[in-house]
């Protein structure tokens, strides 16, 4: 197996009225691999794929492809000779074609090769029995299926995906997800897919891209960049999360969970220690008592039921602790606490994060 990506960028940047939209932005997919650029609207992503699309003209950088060049500031293979399949939101069929027609255009070649290569993607998708329906006559669904169909009938060697499962309903989305990634996988053509939801980057993709302000801050695994986040934001990004706010003091971090150790953080720094909502544990009071401390989970804090909410599988439980601050607790549904109610709260520091407090940029201000 070939170690040179299928798709490669190099440092792409893109301004628009001097502002930097993409800035400089690397990554590598090889054959086979579907990787996620992930980010909130508005960070680049959107525009990072119509770079590599050849729709859109990069400022600066290279786009690669099997170690063949596709595109730098001087040389340029057009959209067409690039072998890129597109996806996007709007399926963007053919109404005055049929399923075939769809999935038959741009296929160059004798026509029983056209067909045969037609009824081969329409039976991988599942849609065989529509081959001569009109788009108007299919459900969301299955137009999805048939864009699939048409977007992999070139064989590109490359796919690029955005947001493409956004209009449908969730349940059909999940099901058409796995779909698409089997077909995909199947083909060995290397996925790009741009998405703003960490469910849809950590259920498709092998690696996913984590992009914010136009920059990538983080690549990984889903596990990975999940489990190992580069900053709080990053954080907060893929899950709610709790946030205890403390200063440094000879390499520890009081609080009214106890007290973190925080090695190589220099004295008066503050920090920000990060606990998802299912990471906290919770038990009962006794008597004004909650249980010991243990190295595990640290001290207890007590808290009081604010709200309780009843979620399916689990339920939502907001604390306001002691000291006025509040925290989250995800548990399971079959406990469902009472408004003022008293429980403890303990930490999992096998899963908390601990990160310096950004330093707050000052506004400018006119002379």
């Not at 170690?67 to 340029?76: F, K």
């Not at 169909?149 to 955005?162: K, S, T």
Request: glycine letters at 10%; a negative charge; aromatic letters at 6%.
């Amino acid at each position: 197996m070939s170690d040179i990506p299928r798709l490669e960028i190099k440092n792409l940047s893109r301004s628009f009225a001097g502002r930097t939209v993409v800035d400089d932005v690397s990554l590598s997919i090889m054959p086979g691999q579907v990787t996620c650029l992930l980010g909130p609207s508005g960070c680049g992503k959107s525009t990072t794929l119509r770079m590599i699309a050849g729709i859109e003209m990069q400022d600066s950088g290279e786009i690669w492809s099997d170690g063949e060049l596709i595109c730098n500031t001087v040389e340029r293979i057009p959209p067409e000779g690039r072998g890129i399949g597109l996806m996007f939101q709007d399926f963007a069929l053919f109404p005055h074609l049929t399923v075939a027609g769809n999935v038959a255009y741009g296929l160059r070649g004798r026509r029983a090769q056209t067909r045969a290569r037609v009824e081969d993607l329409l039976a991988k998708v599942g849609m065989s029995a529509h081959i001569d329906r009109y788009p108007h006559e299919l459900s969301g669904g299955e137009q999805q299926r048939v864009a699939l169909a048409r977007a992999l009938a070139p064989r590109p060697r490359i796919m690029l995906m955005d947001e493409p499962f956004s209009g449908l309903d969730d349940r059909l989305r999940d099901e058409i997800r796995d779909e698409t990634l089997d077909v995909l996988k199947a083909e060995g053509t290397a996925v790009l897919l741009v998405t703003h939801e960490p469910a849809e980057a950590m259920r498709m993709a092998d690696e996913i891209a984590l992009m914010r302000g136009g920059r990538i801050v983080q690549t990984g695994a889903p596990y990975n960049i999940y489990n190992t986040p580069i900053d709080r934001e990053a954080a907060a990004f893929f899950s709610d999360i709790n946030v205890v706010s403390s200063t440094v003091e000879g390499a520890l971090a009081q609080t009214v969970f106890g007290q973190f150790l925080v090695p190589g953080v220099a004295d008066g720094t503050k920090v920000d220690i990060v606990v998802r909502p299912q990471h906290l544990k919770i038990d009962f009071d006794r008597q004004g008592k909650g249980p010991n401390p243990t190295i595990a989970t640290g001290t207890p804090a007590r808290g009081t039921v604010k709200r309780a909410r009843f979620m399916g599988g689990e339920s939502l439980v907001e604390f306001t602790l002691d000291d006025g601050s509040e925290m989250t607790a995800v548990v399971p549904s079959v406990f469902l606490p009472k408004r003022g109610m008293v429980l403890w709260l303990m930490i999992r520091r096998d899963r908390c994060f601990i990160f310096p407090r950004p330093v707050p940029i000052p506004l400018a201000t006119e002379v």
